[in-house]
């Protein structure tokens, strides 16, 4: 009894001299941060952003090594500050630090603030900030959000700011990915990452089976041969021919229909048109692989390995996706991987071109800061500073490719893909596409596990998506 | 009234034939065993999430993807712990972050709790019922449908980016704990509290001398969740919060997962370190749960 | 109206005293925005623009809204397989806990541990657990022969998945019952004893009337966060298989947060309210019957 009043007495002071403690430590740690920039803002190291991943010096030899692009809109007179939100994550955020760091440099009478915004929540913290009319200068856009934005009069046009910076060069940035950006004649967003589909195989299965890799010259059929002829095994030895099932996410109709004539929604967004012969015909392979032959992972298959997906473990064989993907092969050691065209349909050859992108809210009071902020982020030079793995400006890429340890042929490979046949046509994009999506993905699962016919779920998917087509006419 | 049941019910049935002191013994032994047994395999059970967090965080960045996943780790990457913490983002700064307003949170649930639940557990009142149904009713509307008008309520107030609508709010009771000590507060026996009220003593100093130390384990109880609760927060705290110097824990550990990649090995680390704090207090405070009430010496009944 | 007698006044006066904390609270932080939840759900709104009236279309598309009525299916499933498991589950283990042995302080902290693991990891771990072919369950159930459901994939057993996870993270459920376990005078246990009453009669007269107001407080209360809950279930199933696991809670968190359909999903709140009001007035009502307090 006593003992536990002591106790409980103890908690009550550690509790109490908790605040006071870490409020010392924060006085301390602001006055140290604030003397010798007024920032405050940039809890890295403010003087000398790095890390072991993104060394000091290599940043400063690298920043002083590039030409930084100019533009005619003045930098302020006086001091302004700049609030950013970008996706925050712990592997680019000391690089984006210091590329902060160098840009205030540059131009002393911008102050910028970023704020901390990790990807999963974004979008609801920002649509929040918006209702509460409080957006920050520079805000992260997905492509699927956009439209959205431009329809409700969120954002300012970017047309005024690019006519002022000849040194923005538009033709280093690939066209047909900025459709997701513009809007009423105006372009509003400019991309930070630009990437086509590419379809990825494992060399050493391939080697294995003694079947020749996939090239330019496959087709979708040879490809569904080819992973009938590769699935082998069961349980956790079990290899699949191909990985994931396509299903309803918004580059479906780029990544499978459209190379067979069909579609899942037209190119307005108005109409579903997935349950036609073209859509129907590809979907049906697609399911017959999966419930006939078993060479793409099922519903409870994917289940666990959704998170990390059977190609990326060695457990099959092809895999249709976006070039980002290559960072991330390229830092395993389990299997050799190629990469190549995706396959071509009776109608063609076709892959997407997504990307996020950079906005400036209409609210912005410094526009200006922030578009000279843009410029520089999202020049050629900004783009090496970054080492992205899929830069937007074409430019970019054999730097980035090799500073990434990316054999260079892969660069190649992704501008040819990206000035041939890659666009944003057939990617959702209007307001109501995570709706679309949302409503088709169950049905299109039942069709997955057997319980309903191809048929069915497609005139289903139909059914319930044609009302909601309503909401991209937005007032 | 209820010693009664206990001893009508205890009446009815005859008393068993008297043990040795040795058979006792056995008896007593084997229901210790038995008990320890179930102890065990049911630890096993709730332990599993932390080892593999352990696993995960010792994972090297190639095995994080291996497949079928090991539940034993095949490396010992400790390095982790340090890349994880201290490798890029400031944890640090997020754990201090958190240990403000979790500690303000606590207090302020302490302080704002205690009276109202006494209030409706033990005073008569035209509006006690409506009050009550009112409180059980912030209970029972979801929260995602409020947390938008209140952020525009906070942000005319110009309480974005600071602390203010994650710790005021905390010093004007939570439904939950109100109700939580309210049922503790009803357990009590009323042959106390009119004993107190004979003595001369106010409702405060009943609260404080019968009330309180009586109701122990749940005002321990209440710190644990609001401890955890704060501490844990992320919605909340997503919202209100933009500056990087000012976020928690919770949602410095967000970051671990990029657009396309997540970083297991790292997270689990940083993860495992944040919710130490949680589970030495929890270590403490279970005495508390278990030790804290022997009605007899109180009572003398 | 009755005149109140002076003590009954002061009474009152002193309850509306010590219930102003909350009181005051209430008005200045909750009654607002729940107003305002009020007025949104015959408002369109996505949060871009400023709110527009379309008087009852919400709760008509609400009504005939398949999804919908799906969702409730769901949550009611769910919250019954949560609560009846968990209440009589945890407070086993609870009893158990409470045993004067040895190394309890280290079994009570290994119980509570679930309760603070983060919420990915949890998601996570039980895909591990609950996978149809590689998963803990079905190996264990492969050994003695029996061939296990397809769980979190397959539409009749995501659900009861989903139950059994609930279960195992009810750290909080064993602290409050912990708690009130304290609270029993020895004594009523030694009166029984006296009278010859064996552990279990014990059980039946004693624990379990003297635990009646918190074993109330935690099936009240876990009802109110099973219907509610969401957060695991979007990491983990996304609402899927078909629809087989989306719940109300998950169902308004699209829309209020997915979709930004402001209205609808605040429509769609008041339904969830109502549901879960009824559920607790029928606990209520049955309280009456079972539930022992010392004060009327």
Not at chain 1, 305 to 325: R, S, Y
Not at chain 1, 450 to 472: C, F, H, Q, R, W
Not at chain 2, 1 to 26: C, D, F, I, W, Y
Not at chain 2, 167 to 182: N, Q
């Amino acid at each position: 009894m006593e003992m536990n009043r002591r106790q409980m007495l103890a908690l009550a002071v550690a509790a109490a001299a908790v605040p006071a403690l870490s409020a010392c430590g924060d006085t301390r740690q602001q006055k140290q941060a604030a003397e010798p920039v007024k920032s405050g803002a940039q809890v890295i190291d403010p003087n000398r952003p790095g890390s072991e991943a993104w060394p000091f010096e290599a940043a400063e030899q690298l920043n002083n090594s590039l030409t930084w692009p100019k533009t005619n809109v003045p930098d302020p007179a006086s001091k302004v500050v700049i609030t950013l939100a970008m996706t925050t994550d712990t592997v680019t955020e000391v690089r984006n630090a210091q590329f902060d760091y160098f840009f205030k440099k540059r131009h002393p009478n911008i102050e910028v603030k970023r704020e901390a915004a990790p990807f999963d929540d974004f979008l609801t913290k920002y649509m929040t900030q918006a209702a509460g009319g409080t957006l920050p200068d520079v805000l992260y856009n997905h492509y699927s959000w956009t439209q959205n934005l431009i329809a409700n009069k969120i954002l300012a046009p970017l047309d005024d700011f690019i006519a002022k910076t000849p040194d923005f060069d538009m033709a280093d940035i690939p066209q047909p990915g900025l459709g997701y950006f513009k809007g009423d004649g105006s372009l509003y967003g400019l991309p930070t990452d630009m990437a086509p589909k590419l379809l990825f195989f494992n060399k050493d299965l391939f080697d294995k089976a003694g079947l020749d890799y996939p090239d330019e010259s496959w087709t979708f059929d040879k490809v569904f041969e080819t992973a009938r002829k590769m699935t082998s095994g069961s349980g956790a030895g079990k290899i699949y021919g191909f990985s994931p099932m396509p299903k309803p996410e918004p580059d479906l109709s780029a990544m499978y229909l459209k190379a067979y004539g069909g579609r899942f929604l037209d190119a307005a967004e108005s109409r579903v048109m997935i349950n036609e012969p073209p859509a129907k015909k590809a979907l049906g392979l697609w399911l017959d692989l999966l419930l006939k032959d078993k060479a793409v992972p099922s519903l409870a298959e994917l289940q666990l390995l959704e998170k990390v997906d059977p190609f990326k473990t060695g457990h099959a064989a092809m895999m249709i996706n976006g070039a980002w993907l290559m960072l991330e092969l390229s830092k395993q050691k389990a299997f050799t991987w190629g990469v190549t065209h995706v396959p071509k349909g009776p109608a063609g050859r076709f892959s997407s071109a997504v990307g996020s992108a950079l906005v400036i809210p209409a609210s912005s009071q410094n526009k200006e800061a922030a578009w000279i902020y843009i410029n520089e982020f999202l020049s050629a030079s900004g783009y090496k500073f970054r080492q992205i793995s899929a830069p937007a400006r074409q430019s970019a890429w054999e730097y980035n490719a090799k500073a990434m340890g990316l054999p260079p042929e892969v660069a190649t490979l992704v501008k040819d893909v990206m000035a041939d046949y890659a666009s944003d046509d057939g990617v959702l994009r209007l307001p109501a596409n995570k709706k679309v999506i949302d409503t088709a993905k169950p049905v299109w699962e039942r069709a997955m596990l057997g319980k309903i016919s191809l048929d069915d779920a497609l005139a289903e998917i139909a059914a319930k998506v044609t009302p909601i087509l309503a909401e991209n006419k937005v007032a | 009234m209820l010693l009664e049941t206990a001893a009508k019910s205890a009446r009815t049935r005859p008393p068993g034939t008297p043990m040795t002191s040795a058979q006792a013994e056995r008896v007593r032994q084997i229901r210790r065993s038995g008990a320890y047994i179930l102890l065990i395999i049911s630890s096993a059970v709730f332990l599993l999430p932390f080892l593999w967090m352990l696993t995960t965080s010792l994972k090297s960045d190639a095995e994080n993807l291996a497949f079928p996943p090991e539940w034993f780790p095949t490396s010992f990457n400790w390095d982790n712990y340090v890349k994880g913490w201290s490798g890029s983002l400031p944890f640090t700064q997020f754990l201090l972050n958190t240990i403000v307003i979790t500690a303000l949170s606590m207090a302020g649930n302490l302080i704002s709790c205690v009276l109202p639940a006494y209030a409706f557990a033990r005073m008569r009142a035209r509006a006690a019922g409506f009050m009550f149904a009112a409180l059980m009713a912030t209970m029972m509307i979801p929260r995602e449908i409020t947390l938008v008008p209140k952020f525009l309520m906070f942000s005319e107030l110009g309480w974005v980016d600071t602390y203010l609508p994650l710790v005021v709010p905390e010093f004007f009771g939570v439904a939950l704990y109100i109700f939580l000590l309210r049922q503790f507060f009803t357990t009590i026996p009323q042959e106390l509290i009119d004993a107190a009220r004979i003595d001369g003593a106010s409702e405060l100093r009943i609260l404080w001398r019968v009330m309180l130390p009586l109701a122990k384990p749940a005002i321990a109880a209440i710190c644990l969740f609001s401890f955890v609760g704060n501490w844990n927060q992320y919605l909340e705290n997503s919202i209100y919060l933009r500056s990087m110097e000012k976020i928690t824990l919770a949602q410095g550990l967000g970051m671990f997962s990029g657009e396309y990649v997540t970083q297991y090995n790292q997270m689990m680390a940083v993860a495992l370190v944040s919710m130490l704090p949680i589970l030495i207090i929890f270590f403490l405070a279970q005495k508390t749960f278990i030790r804290g009430v022997t009605l007899t010496g109180i009572a003398g009944r | 109206m009755t005149a109140l007698s002076p003590l009954a006044r002061r009474e009152a006066r002193r309850f509306h005293l010590f219930v102003s904390p909350w009181l005051i609270g209430f008005v200045l932080f909750s009654a607002g925005p729940i107003v305002a939840a009020m007025v949104l759900s015959f408002m369109d709104w996505n949060l871009l623009q400023s709110p527009k009236w379309v008087g009852f279309s919400n709760y008509e598309r609400m009504f005939s809204d398949p999804e919908f009525w799906e969702a409730v299916g769901n949550t009611v499933q769910y919250g019954l397989g949560a609560v009846t498991l968990g209440v009589t589950f945890t407070f086993l283990l609870a009893l158990l806990l409470n045993q004067p042995l040895r190394f309890q302080g280290l079994f009570r902290t290994v119980m509570y541990l679930p309760s603070v693991v983060s919420g990915l990891a949890t998601a996570l771990l039980w895909l591990n657990i609950l996978h149809p072919d590689y998963g803990l369950i079905n190996k264990v159930l492969a050994e003695v022969g029996i061939q296990g459901p397809g769980w979190l994939a397959s539409q009749e057993w995501a659900i009861p998945g989903l139950v059994l996870m609930s279960v195992w993270g009810a750290g909080n459920t064993i602290v409050i019952y912990l708690a009130g376990l304290q609270g029993i005078p020895k004594t009523l246990y030694e009166a029984a004893e006296i009278d010859g009453a064996g552990w279990w009669r014990r059980f039946w007269s004693v624990t379990v009337p003297m635990m009646s107001p918190v074993i109330f407080f935690n099936v009240v209360t876990g009802f109110i966060a099973a219907l509610q809950s969401y957060v695991l279930i979007l990491v983990m199933t996304e609402g899927g298989p078909g629809n087989a696991t989306m719940v109300l809670g998950l169902y308004i968190y699209r829309h209020a947060f997915v979709y930004f359909d402001m209205g609808y999903a605040a429509t769609l709140s008041w339904a969830m309210f109502v549901l879960v009001i009824a559920v607790t007035a029928i606990q209520f009502s049955l309280a009456r019957r079972w539930v022992h307090y010392e004060f009327k």
